[in-house]
C-alpha cells in the first residue's frame, strides 16, 4: 500500500466551506492530488479536552460549534461514515494512554469545512482523536510519532488548526488587511524550522518568545501541527500548498509532508 502524505491546513474562518475563496479552491486542488485513502484521521483544534478520545460511531453527526454565521453554513452536512475499527486500532495502538472510546462528538468544523473541499464526496471514512488540553508539546508530538505507521495502512492524517491565530488582534471586517510584523515573524521562524527538521523549536514553541506569544495566545489551533510533524518521516518531502494570512493575525499556511 501507498504511504499516504500527513497534512497540517490552516483553516481559518468556517464560511470557507461555503464561499468561493482562495483557500477553497487551494483546498481542493489539493484534494485531487491525494491517492484516495482507506479513511481519514483528523486531529481538530475544536476538540480540546481533558483526556484523549476517538469518535467510534459508525456514522458521526455534523457538529456547527460556532454562532453568528449565515443559515446555509448551518445547513452543511458531511455524512461521511466513521470507522470504529480504527478507533479500536488507534486505541490500542496509543495503549497505555487511556483512550476514551467516544458515541457522542462526531465531526466539529475544523474538520468537515476543510474535507468538504478536500474530499467533497464524503465517501472516506473519518474518524476525529482529541486534543488533551493538560498536556505539553512534547505528548503531542508524541503521539504523532506512534500514529506515523498509519500512514504505511492507507490512513490519511491530518491537523487541522493556525499556526498564527489571535482573534483579539484580527482586523474584524478587514480580512485582507496586512499581517502584523509578529504575525509574520513567528510563521517565518515555523517555516524555517519545518524546512530545516528542528522540531524541537516547534515543540517548545514558547522559546521564541514575544512573537509566540502574541501568534499562540491559546495552544488549541497550533497543537495540531506537533502531531502532523510527529507523524512524518525522515525522508518525505515537505511543502506549503497553501499559504495566506485574514485579517493580519489568522494565518492559512498549510503544511505537507510527502513520500519521497
Same mark, same amino acid.
Given at each position: 500500500m ?6 497540517? $491546513?490552516?483553516?481559518?474562518n468556517?464560511? +470557507?466551506?461555503i ?12 484534494g485531487?492530488? $491525494? $491517492? !484516495?485513502?482507506r479513511a481519514?484521521?483528523? #486531529? ?5 479536552? +481533558?483526556? @484523549? ?5 459508525? *456514522?458521526?453527526r455534523?457538529?456547527h460549534?460556532f ?9 452543511v ?5 466513521? %470507522?470504529p475499527?480504527?478507533?479500536?486500532? #488507534?486505541? =490500542? ?9 467516544d ?8 474538520t468537515?469545512?476543510?474535507?468538504? !473541499?478536500?474530499?467533497?464526496e464524503?465517501?472516506i471514512? @473519518? $474518524?476525529?482523536? %482529541?486534543?488533551?488540553?493538560?498536556e505539553s ?5 508524541e503521539?504523532?510519532r506512534?500514529l ?6 492507507? /490512513?490519511?492524517?491530518?491537523g487541522s488548526?493556525? #499556526?498564527?491565530?489571535?482573534?483579539? =488582534? ?5 480580512p485582507?488587511?496586512?499581517p !502584523?510584523d509578529?504575525? /509574520?515573524?513567528f510563521e517565518?521562524?515555523v517555516?524555517q524550522?519545518l ?14 518568545? *514575544?512573537?509566540?506569544?502574541?501568534a499562540?495566545p ?5 497543537l495540531?501541527?506537533?502531531y502532523?510533524?510527529g507523524a512524518?518521516?525522515p ?6 500548498p /497553501?499559504?495566506? /494570512?485574514?485579517g ?5 499556511? %498549510?503544511?505537507r509532508?510527502?513520500p519521497?
Amino acid at each position: 500500500m501507498i504511504r499516504q502524505p500527513v497534512i497540517f $491546513i490552516g483553516h481559518g474562518n468556517p464560511l +470557507n466551506a461555503i464561499s468561493d475563496t482562495r483557500y477553497a479552491r487551494d483546498w481542493g486542488s489539493l484534494g485531487r492530488q $491525494i $491517492i !484516495r485513502p482507506r479513511a481519514i484521521l483528523a #486531529i481538530s483544534a475544536h476538540w480540546y479536552i +481533558n483526556g @484523549v478520545a476517538v469518535t467510534a460511531m459508525a *456514522n458521526p453527526r455534523t457538529i456547527h460549534d460556532f454562532g453568528g454565521f449565515p443559515p446555509e453554513l448551518y445547513a452543511v452536512e458531511y455524512p461521511a461514515p466513521g %470507522s470504529p475499527s480504527l478507533a479500536n486500532e #488507534i486505541a =490500542a495502538r496509543l495503549n497505555p494512554i487511556p483512550v476514551r472510546l467516544d458515541e457522542d462528538w462526531g465531526l466539529d468544523h475544523g474538520t468537515w469545512s476543510v474535507l468538504c !473541499r478536500l474530499f467533497p464526496e464524503a465517501g472516506i471514512p @473519518v $474518524i476525529q482523536l %482529541s486534543i488533551d488540553r493538560r498536556e505539553s508539546g512534547t505528548f503531542h508530538y508524541e503521539l504523532g510519532r506512534r500514529l506515523a505507521p498509519l500512514r504505511d495502512e492507507g /490512513v490519511l492524517i491530518i491537523g487541522s488548526g493556525n #499556526i498564527v491565530h489571535n482573534l483579539g =488582534a484580527y482586523t474584524w471586517g478587514y480580512p485582507d488587511s496586512p499581517p !502584523r510584523d509578529w504575525t /509574520v515573524k513567528f510563521e517565518e521562524h515555523v517555516r524555517q524550522s519545518l524546512i530545516t527538521g528542528h522540531h524541537l523549536s516547534l515543540i517548545d514553541w514558547e522559546m521564541a518568545g *514575544n512573537e509566540a506569544r502574541l501568534a499562540v495566545p491559546t495552544a488549541e489551533h497550533y497543537l495540531p501541527l506537533l502531531y502532523v510533524i510527529g507523524a512524518s518521516h525522515p525522508s518525505d518531502q515537505i511543502d506549503f500548498p /497553501v499559504s495566506g /494570512v485574514e485579517g493580519g493575525s489568522i494565518s492559512m499556511l %498549510s503544511v505537507r509532508y510527502s513520500p519521497a
